[in-house]
């Protein structure tokens, strides 16, 4: 999969507004929402076409046709893990993108300054549409050893949180939120730091670590603020180290991640570059909250990667 640029999709002016909805989002709390929220986008005097999709896999694969066939502008609505999605179509491209918070976890909207109530935010990427306006804001972008390459806008996961998510994705009893949980009583019985080579901006660092995140912002899992300094717009990446944290230690620590204030713990440590390399044994890393690339990986900071309705 390679990189687009914006010379590969312009935003054809006066194009259709697709709109990628999730139904199941935020355990389905906005599904009637979907049509009042359809007319507000209507009242940007823009065509609106609302994508099929049946799975994950189909709405990413919505979303870059509709960018391919010139869509003016791209939306969607849903959580994370939707915007994540349909990222993946416009990121290094000139078509505006609008996320609508409307899932559990809304970090990446939220951040770049959407309002957390999904009618409020429509309105806000009406008025951008009406008025011709949109914003730029950085992404990060991961190429895997096989030179796959995703984007993702919030936080990237490397360590105990994307190893319980994929014990998670793997059990099939119990269903529902107590799956997760049971996943991080095992995860934490099993608990044990892991070496971690980073690179940064050409600067190798060899670590033992439980926590490793990588921000392109600042929170992720619905406001958990795991790089509390990370700024959307400053061209560069936060990392967050963790290091040789035992069950205690840690189940303590972690309450203080939603105020960001477990970054002054003597066994974290913070790193600042524009690229990192992420190497480690048998990690699969979640973006955004979605299954990711396999370490190692490149994740690079693009600068204005994406333009936002607001």
Not at 42 to 68: F, N
Not at 98 to 113: L, Q, R, S
Not at 135 to 152: E, I, K, N
């Amino acid at each position: 999969m390679l990189a687009v640029t914006s010379n590969d999709h312009p935003s054809v002016p006066g194009g259709p507004v697709a709109v990628l909805a999730n139904p199941t989002a935020g355990r389905g709390r906005h599904r009637g929402l979907l049509p009042d929220l359809l007319d507000r986008l209507a009242t940007a005097d823009r065509p609106v076409r609302l994508l099929r999709a049946g799975s994950a896999a189909e709405a990413e694969a919505a979303c870059r046709a509709a960018v391919a066939e010139g869509a003016g502008a791209l939306v969607a609505v849903g959580g994370d893990g939707t915007v994540h999605r349909a990222m993946q179509a416009v990121a290094g491209t000139s078509v505006p993108f609008g996320p609508v918070p409307a899932g559990t976890g809304n970090d990446f909207a939220v951040e770049t300054g959407f309002p957390a109530d999904p009618r409020a935010a429509v309105d806000v990427i009406a008025t951008a549409l009406r008025e011709g306006r949109s914003r730029p804001v950085d992404l990060a972008r991961m190429t895997g050893v096989d030179g796959t390459v995703r984007w993702y806008g919030a936080v990237l996961a490397a360590g105990f949180d994307a190893i319980v998510n994929e014990r998670a994705n793997r059990m099939r009893w119990p269903r529902g939120p107590r799956r997760y949980d049971l996943a991080i009583l095992v995860e934490l019985a099993r608990l044990r730091p892991r070496r971690y080579a980073l690179t940064l901006d050409g600067e190798r660092v060899e670590v033992d670590a439980v926590l490793v995140a990588v921000g392109n912002g600042a929170s992720y899992g619905g406001g958990m603020r795991i790089c509390p300094d990370a700024d959307p717009t400053d061209g560069l990446l936060d990392v967050v180290v963790g290091g040789r944290f035992d069950r205690r230690t840690l189940i303590r620590v972690k309450p203080r991640i939603y105020a960001g204030t477990h970054v002054a713990h003597p066994l974290v440590q913070t790193y600042r570059a524009r690229t990192v390399t992420l190497a480690a044994t048998g990690i699969t890393t979640y973006a955004d909250g979605e299954r990711s690339l396999t370490l190692p990986l490149t994740i690079t900071a693009v600068p204005q990667a994406v333009r936002l309705l607001r």
